[in-house]
């Protein structure tokens, strides 16, 4: 807020340490969103850019099923973040994309390492344009990509951080993308459902790269460790009835 006479222009030192508390908030925990840059990926692969990272796909275009509605109350940021809570978002949009609910879910869990606040979100974006936002830790690449064609083509980006039932389904539309890169008969030892998120994190090439036996980074070996250690909690909280 802008204030009257010569103190409008004091205080700069006061945008500098909120700036700092919002840098060191969303840098405390950063363990995933690697891209297919050497560190998270494959050595080798030129993976295209990735959801939690960078995102670049071919989209198809099926009919989306009907699902919950974007303006349900549930949906709309509230209080502390628990990706239980939105398993119904999480089973309709699993089920309109036609992938599996419980890595959809385990994927919210793997990405709910940072405050999904919307304040906290867009000020990080304008300190970082490139940052990621809601609860699946999106890019716009990403969204823009698979947004294409579909019923939810013309949302926007911005909207992420404030409609988390369009966060959940952007997610689940851009791993069934994935699902369709996957070679018929992979090689390598992570099943389909690790590949997927392998590819949610460092790109498709790189998934593919996985898929045909290569070695994840340090970075993607850890988002892969994350994935399996909340597979159960993901698969009880959208078996939950009434959740």
Aim: charged share 20%; net charge positive; hydrophobic share 35%.
């Amino acid at each position: 807020m802008a204030e009257r006479g010569g103190q409008a222009r004091s205080r700069p030192w006061l945008w500098g340490a909120v700036l700092l508390v919002l840098l060191v908030a969303w840098a405390c925990g950063r363990s995933g969103g690697t891209g297919a840059d050497g560190t998270g990926g494959a050595a080798g692969a030129s993976g295209k850019p990735t959801a939690s990272a960078h995102s670049s796909r071919t989209p198809t275009t099926p009919t989306p099923k009907p699902g919950p509605s974007a303006s349900s109350s549930s949906t709309t940021p509230s209080g502390t973040y628990d990706p239980a809570a939105y398993a119904p978002q999480v089973r309709a949009r699993a089920a309109e994309a036609g992938v599996s609910p419980r890595l959809l879910m385990a994927i919210l869990y793997n990405e709910s390492y940072k405050p999904h606040d919307p304040a906290l979100e867009r000020a990080w974006q304008r300190y970082k344009p490139g940052a990621a936002f809601g609860i699946a830790d999106m890019h716009r690449a990403a969204f823009d990509e698979t947004k294409r064609g579909r019923a939810f083509a013309g949302r926007r980006w911005e909207e992420l951080p404030d409609d988390r039932d369009l966060a959940v389904r952007a997610a689940a539309w851009y791993l069934h993308d994935l699902a369709r890169q996957l070679p018929a008969h992979p090689s390598g030892p992570y099943d389909k459902d690790e590949l997927l998120a392998l590819g949610y994190n460092t790109g498709a090439g790189n998934m593919r790269a996985f898929a045909r036996g290569a070695t994840p980074g340090s970075q993607a070996a850890d988002y892969l460790d994350r994935l399996r250690s909340n597979w159960e909690k993901a698969g009880r909280a959208v078996a939950r009835t009434g959740g």
